[in-house]
Antibody, heavy 120, light 110 residues
């Protein structure tokens, strides 16, 4: 059974960089099989926003509205992938989910989510 | 990219059927058969209910069904049950390997 677990600081200061890691268990990222590994966020009381995803080869795809501030990377040796969001503001406060996306564009496995608050 | 349009709320009585709409454009919903639906209970991660417009993952009740016409996709829940009360989100492929979500719909079971 595939499981995803987010980890990282719960509090980030404005203008700093938010960094999160997702650890995958029950499946080897390096096996490929057409899966993408992504990040989705949900501000308090609001809807879901797709941030971006990465393939095991390292190819990345980003939400155009966030592209200039977002970097997603992958470490197949650790079976992890990571998210960085630079120059954060209060608008980046959200629950951040890591997720698995099969090749035909949906999310079949979600992490439990981690809350990140941007505040000084 | 603008979020897909969903009604803010829908409601129904136990046993009834309800439909949630999800309207996009020809660049997302209308352009591809890659629409998915997610159920989210308070404080929980979303759960996949429908993918590829009409397909149901193993374990999801056949009371949930999906469809699409033009730029609008729909999720229908038949035989409404109390445990169906949740937020529902649609999602569509938007080209260039990107996804876009709807604003979400709160389902209330009366």
């Amino acid at each position: 059974q595939v499981q995803l677990q987010e980890s990282g600081p719960g509090l980030v200061e404005p203008s700093e960089t938010l960094s999160l890691t997702c650890t995958v268990s029950g499946y080897s990222i390096s096996s490929g099989s057409g899966y993408y590994w992504g990040w989705i966020r949900q501000p308090p009381g609001k809807g879901l926003e797709w941030i971006g995803s990465i393939y095991h080869s390292g190819s990345t795809y980003y939400n155009p509205s966030l592209k200039s501030r977002v970097t997603i990377s992958i470490d197949t040796s650790k079976n992890q992938f990571s998210l960085k969001v630079s120059s954060v503001t209060a608008a980046d406060t959200a629950v951040y989910y890591c997720a698995r996306e099969p090749g035909d564009y949906y999310v079949d496995v979600w992490g439990k989510g981690t809350t990140v608050t941007v505040s000084s | 990219q603008s979020a897909l349009t969903q009604p803010a709320s829908v409601s129904g009585s136990p046993g009834q059927s309800i439909t949630i709409s999800c309207t996009g454009t020809s660049s997302d919903v209308g352009g591809y058969n890659f629409v998915s639906w997610y159920q989210q209970h308070p404080g929980k991660a979303p759960k996949l209910m429908i993918y590829d417009v009409i397909k149901r993952p193993s374990g999801v009740s056949n009371r949930f069904s999906g469809s699409k016409s033009g730029n609008t996709a729909s999720l229908t829940i038949s035989g409404l049950q109390a445990e169906d009360e949740a937020d529902f989100y649609c999602c569509s492929y938007a080209g260039s390997s990107t996804l876009i979500f709807g604003g979400g719909t709160k389902l209330t079971v009366l």
